[in-house]
């Protein structure tokens, strides 16, 4: 069974571009978790989308926002890009909430 | 609201030698714990759950951790470690009705020496 798959891998963006990052979850699983990791801040998680509708939304400005589609493949959107905004960018999926969670390799983000 | 301190940011260690990662929570409700690995270039990957019942839980690669429901921790143990374990190792708590929001700590480089 293939695993989560999140594309494309690196992208470098500049301050005030926008950038829309793509997660495929491993077949069957519908809820859909991402996370942000960065060398300061640590892992901290952004949101959850189960069978198409937001469960959980971190504390994050709006700028950053996600959607489900009806294949359970998952997008997140963060417009407005900041320096800040350069991270490892984490997408998990599990076949139900709190089940075990399996995280793809990742996205990194650089704004320059 | 959650938080995870794991007490220690690097652990060096010899090969075959026993290790003890730590980690304490603080939550206002009831909570899962979880142990994730990340090796370099890597997403996280699953090393052990607790969820309820035996508060031993046993997960992969050798790996242990007990839950201390009195002293808020959830220690992860290996009793002999190899090269192979070098990587960083995060703790990961969920309050029971958080679904799969995870707050993690902010990890341990485990560093391995021949």
């Known amino acids: 069974k293939a695993g989560v798959t999140q594309t494309p891998r690196y992208l470098i963006k500049t301050r005030g571009q926008q950038v829309t990052l793509s997660c495929s979850p491993i077949s069957g699983h519908r809820s859909v978790s991402w996370y942000q990791q960065t060398p300061g801040q640590g892992l901290q998680f952004l949101f959850e989308y189960f069978s198409e509708t937001q469960r959980n939304k971190g504390n994050f400005p709006g700028r950053f926002s996600g959607r489900q589609f009806s294949n359970s493949r998952s997008e997140m959107n963060v417009s407005t890009l900041e320096l800040g905004d350069s991270a490892l960018y984490l997408c998990?999926?599990?076949?139900?909430?709190?089940?075990?969670?399996?995280f793809g390799p990742g996205t990194r983000l650089t704004v320059l | 609201a959650q938080s995870v301190t794991q007490l220690d940011s690097q652990v060096p260690v010899f090969e075959e030698a026993p290790v003890e990662l730590r980690c304490n929570y603080s939550?206002?409700?009831?909570?899962?714990l979880f142990w994730y690995v990340q090796y370099p270039n890597q997403g996280l990957q699953l090393l052990l759950k607790y969820l309820s019942g035996s508060t031993l839980v046993k997960g992969i690669n050798g790996f242990e951790a007990e839950f201390n429901k009195s002293q808020t921790s959830f220690h992860l143990r290996k009793p002999s470690v190899h090269i192979s374990d070098t990587a960083e190792y995060f703790c990961a708590v969920s309050g029971v009705n958080a679904g799969n929001m995870l707050t993690f700590g902010g990890g341990t480089r485990l560093m391995v020496k021949p």
């Open positions: 939550s206002s409700v009831s909570v899962y």
């Open positions: 998990a999926s599990s076949i139900r909430s709190y089940n075990e969670q399996f």
